[in-house]
T-cell receptor, first 111, second 114 residues
Framework: QKEVEQNSGPLSVPEGAIASLNCTYSDRGSQSFFWYRQYSGKSPELIMFIYSNGDKEDGRFTAQLNKASQYVSLLIRDSQPSDSATYLCAVTDNYGQNFVFGPGTRLSVLP | DVKVTQSSRYLVKRTGEKVFLECVQDMDHENMFWYRQDPGLGLRLIYFSYDVKMKEKGDIPEGYSVSREKKERFSLILESASTNQTSMYLC?????????????FGPGTRLTVL
């Protein structure tokens, strides 16, 4: 059974701080890694994806991938109250068809 | 922009009723998925489809069936609704192109079975 694990939270950070969200996965053959944001009562929306080891930056968001450690993280710089949401980590296999989602981490940014 | 639509945002049904949830995507994606999402359990895959008339069971297919007669439409069917099927149902689609293989989600249908 392929698994993706995340700390459920809630993770609370003050406004302006860096929020660090972590995700581990069990399938070494995983190829693509995604971070989704989900506001309460809404559907998930894609924030970032990463395929290669290292860091990928997009605005205030940085995804970090370490395939050897089977670990992917999302850093949110200058956190804003509007970043308060549940963040889902998702992992796919080499064919990009079988998505496995983590349970999500609830982030709360305190003004 | 990719658009995935679902037939209803909110639905209330009675135990034993047959329920149809419909999903339509307008980006010619090959892959379509049905999930349910429950507090503390995350997204769980019910069924998915790689192509027209193709279907594969996900992690929790019991009590559900699906139909994909056209590429753009993927229907989830609850043959005889039960109270434990009260949940948020999310449809998603994705292309087969491995370079851009993210999933796009519809707005969700919150189903309550009384």
């Amino acid at each position: 059974q392929k698994e993706v694990e995340q700390n459920s939270g809630p993770l609370s950070v003050p406004e302006g701080a860096i929020a660090s969200l972590n995700c581990t996965y069990s399938d070494r053959g995983s190829q693509s890694f995604f971070w989704y944001r989900q506001y309460s009562g809404k559907s998930p929306e894609l924030i970032m994806f990463i395929y290669s080891n290292g860091d990928k930056e997009d605005g205030r968001f940085t995804a970090q991938l370490n395939k050897a450690s089977q670990y992917v993280s999302l850093l949110i710089r200058d956190s804003q109250p509007s970043d308060s949401a549940t963040y889902l980590c998702a992992v796919t296999d080499n064919y990009g068809q079988n998505f496995v989602f983590g349970p999500g981490t609830r982030l709360s940014v305190l003004p | 922009d990719v658009k995935v639509t679902q037939s209803s945002r909110y639905l209330v049904k009675r135990t034993g009723e047959k329920v149809f949830l419909e999903c339509v995507q307008d980006m010619d994606h090959e892959n379509m998925f049905w999930y349910r999402q429950d507090p503390g359990l995350g997204l769980r895959l019910i069924y998915f489809s790689y192509d027209v008339k193709m279907k594969e069971k996900g992690d929790i297919p019991e009590g559900y069936s699906v139909s994909r007669e056209k590429k753009e439409r993927f229907s989830l069917i609850l043959e005889s609704a039960s109270t434990n099927q009260t949940s948020m149902y999310l449809c998603a689609s994705s292309p087969t192109d491995r370079g851009t293989d993210t999933q796009y989600f519809g707005p969700g249908t919150r189903l309550t079975v009384l």
